[in-house]
């Protein structure tokens, strides 16, 4: 007969020993949790206190009626003014900003001093914005006073010939906002109908703000007749060419990004480039993207996300037999292109050159934004207050690493 104590032993220590960890996960899981849980709520407090602030503020400023505001003189002139509040007319809302994203456009207006179509000085600018509701005017629908928004840069008209064939985006009379660079902004009545759209609780608003690139990017890519596993070669690591790259990953391509600096081929990489050629030489850009293709038959689809002469050459030397060439970068007023025609007729290329959104697309991108799947974050690289925008638009022109700054006022 085996020894009832002997065999008892091990088990009593083995008793002990399971329960001894137990104890031991159980303290570490709660501890864990604990220390969650105080995370959690001191982030909700952080959070709570902030927007109990921002609405304090609001409504001072409000009564008092003048904000600062970013107001735009001349060539990289901006001063930080006191300007009156907007109020809201009928159909308007007045939106406290709660972020306004930097974009290649307003650094452009930055350089020049001013836009042909959106902007003469002295101006408010700054297109690309979210924000809260502070008022709804007479007759305004579905946004109550601290509704989160994200208002888009235009909004059609409706009524022209463009708009009715559902080419919104190039509606007669499209109708521009800027401002977005103060505290408050007036959205006028017929964005507020047409391309103001509510964010989603676990959106935060500096991402919603992307709505509008975003849009942009997706209208260019939606365009150029992709299919899954296509290969698309982008040519640009700017703002839009990195959202270009990124669109097209998500949506099964492989895509070879082309890019000009060291900052871009990191952001390329993590946003889904499969391959990434750092060349200033369009020979080579050319040779080594077809390189990557069998036979060095080219790329199905080639998306120009510069906006020089030279790289709409460019791609459409890069494309297949049979593909779709981009031509998404708006080049300079006067400029001009020498194209191939033998090569566009015999090898069948489609030329297409995309402009803008329209308020159907707008709606994707955001909902791509609220989806995850699109890695917001990535784009926005620094933050900034209002009296900073001189030195993060110098910044910008001297081509650092930043993608867009999330100005905050
Ligand atoms: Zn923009
Ligand atoms: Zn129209």
Not at 169 to 194: M, Q, T
Not at 209 to 218: G, K
Request: hydrophobic share 40%; proline share 5%; with cysteine.
């Amino acid at each position: 007969m085996p020894n009832p104590v002997k065999r008892g032993r091990p088990t009593v220590e083995e008793v002990l020993q399971v329960g001894r960890s137990t104890v031991g996960d159980v303290l570490q899981i709660g501890r864990n949790t604990v220390e969650e849980v105080l995370h959690v709520g001191r982030s909700t407090v952080e959070e709570v206190i902030q927007v109990g602030r921002n609405t304090v503020e609001s409504a001072r400023q409000l009564r008092q009626g003048t904000m600062q505001a970013a107001v735009l003189h001349g060539r990289q002139d901006i001063r930080i003014e006191d300007v009156p509040v907007p109020r809201a007319a009928h159909g308007e809302l007045i939106v406290r900003v709660g972020a306004a994203l930097t974009c290649g456009t307003d650094l452009k207006v930055f350089r020049r001093g001013y836009h042909a179509r959106m902007i003469v000085p002295p101006a408010l600018f700054g297109h690309e914005l979210a924000g809260t509701v502070v008022e709804a005017g007479e007759g305004v629908e579905g946004f109550a006073n601290g509704a989160r928004v994200v208002a888009l840069n235009s909004a059609p008209c409706g009524q022209c010939y463009f708009c009715k064939r559902g080419q919104e985006n190039l509606c007669d009379d499209l109708l521009f906002n800027n401002g977005a660079y103060a505290e408050f902004i007036r959205i006028p009545a017929r964005i507020v109908s047409k391309n103001t759209l509510i964010v989603p609780d676990d959106v935060p608003l500096e991402h919603a703000a992307l709505t509008e690139p975003l849009a942009c990017a997706v209208h260019g890519f939606l365009d150029s007749n992709p299919h899954p596993d296509d290969t698309v070669a982008v040519i640009g690591g700017g703002p839009l060419g990195l959202m270009m790259v990124h669109v097209a990953a998500l949506s099964g391509c492989r895509v070879i990004a082309i890019v000009k600096h060291d900052g871009q081929v990191e952001a390329a990489k993590q946003l889904g480039a499969a391959h990434i050629i750092k060349t200033p030489s369009i020979q080579k850009a050319i040779r080594e993207t077809r390189a990557l293709t069998h036979n060095n038959r080219g790329v199905d689809i080639a998306i120009e996300a510069v906006g020089v002469p030279e790289a709409w050459e460019e791609a459409v030397e890069m494309v297949r037999k049979g593909g779709t060439v981009n031509f998404f970068g708006g080049c300079a007023v006067g400029t001009h292109v020498k194209l191939d025609t033998n090569r566009i007729h015999y090898s069948d290329i489609t030329l297409r050159a995309t402009f803008h959104h329209t308020p159907a697309i707008c709606r994707k991108a955001l909902d791509l934004i609220a989806s995850g799947r699109f890695q917001a974050g990535a784009f926005i690289t620094g933050h900034a207050h209002l009296y900073e925008l001189n030195r993060v638009f110098e910044k910008l022109m001297n081509r650092s690493t930043e993608i867009k700054t999330a100005i905050v006022p």
